[in-house]
């Protein structure tokens, strides 16, 4: 039975490895490299307030990228600051001030998903001047639920799993000017 069980889960690690590997099989990071990050293009957004909020957003994605839940902390909490002058973004300011009020990176990450879930719909509707936005999916975020979140960048950097899967993903959507 032991060995059964054994078996299934290395099949099933197997299995999740492939999944995620599949879309990013030319974009492999030297090693001792892990967290190499790519200039971002330059995304503005025309209302100044919507604009801040994103810059503060790819704040946090971008440390969660690094798996530091303490600096994390302090970019929710300025997310948090910047969705309250963006009108109709209350409840998502409560989201970022509750990544704010977390210690835990693994609940932080959790509540990222829902976070990113709002202000993908916020910055659809935003008019963008110059750049673009990318919205990407990683398959295996939330324990197989899958998890979205955006960038300036197109290279897929995983805010869900940081270095252990720093390029599970892909580019579901590209939001540009219109």
């Not at 990013?24 to 100044?48: F, H, Y």
């Amino acid at each position: 039975m032991y060995n059964i069980k054994l078996s299934i889960s290395i099949f099933a690690l197997v299995a999740l490895f492939a999944a995620c590997n599949q879309t990013q099989e030319n974009k492999e990071t030297p090693a001792g490299d892990s967290l190499v990050t790519v200039p971002a293009v330059e995304v503005e957004l025309r209302d100044t307030s919507i604009n801040q909020a994103f810059k503060y957003y790819e704040d946090l994605k971008n440390v969660l990228v690094t798996s530091n839940a303490s600096e994390a902390r302090t970019a929710a909490s300025e997310l948090a600051i910047a969705l309250r002058k963006v009108k109709g973004s209350e409840n998502t300011a409560v989201l970022a001030d509750k990544i704010a009020a977390s210690t835990d990176l693994s609940e932080q990450r959790t509540t990222f998903t829902a976070l990113s879930n709002d202000v993908i719909t916020l910055f659809k509707q935003s008019e963008i001047s110059s750049g673009s936005i990318y919205v990407q999916y990683c398959p295996m975020a939330n324990e197989g639920e899958g998890g979205y979140w955006l960038s300036s960048q197109e290279e897929i950097m995983n805010p869900y799993y940081g270095d252990e899967m720093l390029h599970c993903g892909e580019v579901k959507e590209t939001i540009t000017k219109k």
